[in-house]
């Protein structure tokens, strides 16, 4: 189809060309590049019009009469159009049309075709992005500003809603530029520290540093941080200048700053000893009592440990050792005689609690109250209440001593009479001789009785419940006897415990005698004491009952305070009971109450069942 006219530039040309009939406006013929580019053969384009080849949606009305015209005018005719390919691919072509002549006269159209698919898919993009980076700028959530050579060029929506402007040239009716309105007060920018400078150039040469501002509207001061870029774009300078508002934050702040310095005046007011340590021990913040006590700052203290501040040392409030335990449990408690930095002795009991960083613990935190003078006190107490009881126990040992004794006496002095009588009976001398042994066997069983309770007990030793309780009522014997009190005995704790034997022993003589008390007070006759113990899987319950009516409500509650007596200034002395709770609940770590019933009242003691196998640490004394 092609004449030789045409031939080398059709097949020599990278640009795509169509030559179409004038009249029909078919195409008579392409060259490879077109062919390659729309995947056509040649036989596809047979009986084919340019206008086939238009997508659906491009401009096919009017087409060929408006090319004809320009045609006939100008010669030449150019366009773009969106053509379809063999695959139906979209391919957006720019065309420009010319009219020539082959070789018979015959008018043809030649299209040079260039395809513009990509160029229009970058104009596109670079249109949304305009549109998109517009749309930042207008809805960024800080006041926006745009600077060319210096001058203002544009703002942002946040920027004229603030200031409540419509326009730069609004704004700038009533301002000379933004740093005018910047309120000198330290620590914020202000027109007198850049006054040889133009202020972005200022904040640009401070970038690293954080830059604030105050500015004030309508009475009211905003704090702004300020950040400032410098970009090129067009070959032309800009500088973008942001104002985040932090004015809330701001506040935040200066209130965590006040509750901070609350929070310090409050610990640092507080005379119990308080420090804070991360999950390795290492300090993390104390009160200035604890400063005191240890004599190092808290800059000495932080993020080291107690071995690494002070050695070894076994005479910390809390070792880093126990501290482990927090690891496992929600708290730990001790009490102990401590030496603060200038070796002064003092009795402190501590309560370490884990700190939590959502349900991870993260660290404890360790609150420690003097109990020194508490502790004098109770020692005190505790010497008052030993000899009170020394006084009863001595006046027990006379009237357990003064039968045996008499008979002794009545005995020697039988066997002087007959030996001065010159009427000698050896039998009846062997007699009153073996009755003699018996008492001063029992005057040696009476003393071995007193020395334990009498003796210092300050280790624990291995005994069981159930032998102390009868060991109580040996000690008691007389006055049992005396007061013609009947005793109801249940035993079933046959297990071995650990514990402070003579304190023990102690609380048992006090309960038993204010009973026995109580009974002679209260009753003539049929007085009837109960003790029972019992062996649970964790614990030794002890009860000692009695029918002495009971205590009085308004009473009741108030029988383990120290110095609490119903017995009368001269007979008791308000010791016994308070010393009996807290041998219980502090040297022996049980639970001690009473308890009204039926006729009279009931004493409850719980200890704490030890292991299957005891182990008596040497080191495990009294306080």
């Known amino acids: ?340 930095f200038q070796e002064n002795e003092k009795f402190f009991h501590t309560v370490v609690s884990p700190m939590y960083n959502n349900t991870q613990v993260r660290g404890i935190v360790s609150n420690s109250t003097d109990l020194t003078k508490q502790k004098q006190l109770e020692n005190i107490m505790v010497t008052q209440s030993k000899h009170a009881a020394m006084g009863e126990m001595i006046g027990m040992i006379a009237h357990q001593w003064r039968q045996p004794i008499t008979a002794i006496s009545m005995g020697a002095n039988n066997m002087i009479v007959d030996i001065d009588l010159d009427d000698t009976n050896l039998i009846e001398f062997r007699n009153i001789s073996t009755e003699i042994i018996t008492q001063t066997q029992y005057l040696s069983k009476t003393i071995d009785d007193f020395r334990n309770f009498f003796k210092p007990n300050s280790k624990k030793e291995v005994t069981q419940v159930d032998m102390l309780i009868e060991e109580s009522f040996s000690m008691l014997t007389h006055i049992l006897s005396t007061a013609d009190v009947k005793i109801y005995k249940e035993y079933s704790c046959i297990c071995d415990i650990v514990t402070f034997k003579g304190k023990l022993l102690q609380v048992f003589i006090n309960i038993i005698k204010n009973a026995v008390d109580a009974l002679i007070s209260s009753r003539k006759n049929n007085r009837k004491l109960y003790v029972n113990t019992i062996e649970l899987e964790e614990n030794l319950v002890i009860s000692i009952k009695d029918n002495a009516g009971g205590i009085k409500s308004d009473v009741i509650s108030k029988i383990f305070d120290p110095y609490f007596t119903t017995k009368g200034d001269n007979i008791g002395t308000g010791l016994g009971l308070y010393m009996s709770k807290t041998i219980i609940e502090k040297h022996l770590d049980g639970r001690i109450s009473v308890d009204n019933i039926e006729d009279g009242c009931c004493f409850t003691i719980t200890i704490k069942k030890p292991n299957k196998q005891i182990k008596l640490n040497k080191f495990e004394t009294s306080d």
């Not at 015209?69 to 049309?97: H, P, R, T, W």
């Not at 700038?172 to 530029?177: C, I, P, Q, T």
């Open 1 to 340: 189809m092609r004449n030789n006219i045409y031939k080398e530039f059709f097949n020599n040309n990278l640009i795509m060309h169509l030559l179409l009939d004038m009249e029909t406006n078919k195409i008579l013929d392409c060259n490879e590049t077109f062919l390659d580019k729309f995947n056509f053969h040649e036989d596809d384009l047979f009986e084919k019009k340019f206008v086939d080849l238009f997508h659906p949606n491009s401009k096919v009305k009017n087409y060929q009469e408006n090319m004809y015209i320009q045609l006939k005018l100008k010669f030449f005719y150019q366009d773009d159009v969106i053509l379809l390919s063999f695959n139906g691919d979209k391919i957006s072509i720019a065309y420009v049309a010319h009219l020539i002549n082959d070789e018979n006269g015959k008018k043809l159209i030649c299209l040079n075709i260039q395809d513009i698919s990509a160029q229009i898919k970058n104009n596109r993009e670079m249109i949304e992005n305009k549109i998109l980076l517009s749309e930042l700028i207008e809805t960024a959530p800080y006041l926006l500003l745009i600077y060319k050579e210096n001058q203002l060029d544009h703002v942002n929506i946040k920027f004229l809603h603030f200031f409540n402007v419509n326009s730069i040239s609004s704004f700038f009716e009533n301002y000379v530029d933004i740093d005018s309105l910047f309120i000198e007060k330290d620590g914020y920018i202000s027109k007198n520290m850049y006054e040889d400078t133009y202020f972005l150039e200022y904040l640009l040469e401070n970038k690293n540093k954080s830059m604030k501002v105050l500015i004030e509207k309508n009475g009211m001061k905003y704090t702004f941080l300020v950040i400032c870029t410098k970009i090129h774009h067009l070959n032309e300078e800009k500088y973008i200048l942001r104002l985040l508002d932090i004015t809330y934050m701001e506040k935040v702040n200066e209130d965590i700053s006040k509750l901070k310095d609350l929070y310090n005046n409050v610990i640092n007011s507080i005379e119990n000893l308080i420090f804070f340590k991360d999950e390795q021990f290492r300090y993390l913040g104390c009160n200035k009592a604890y400063e005191y006590f240890t004599g190092k700052s808290l800059s000495e203290l932080l993020y080291k440990t107690d071995e690494e501040i002070f050695g070894k040392n076994e005479n910390s409030l809390i070792l880093d050792s126990k501290l482990k335990y927090i690891k496992n449990n929600s708290c730990y408690s001790e009490s102990k005689w401590v030496k603060d």
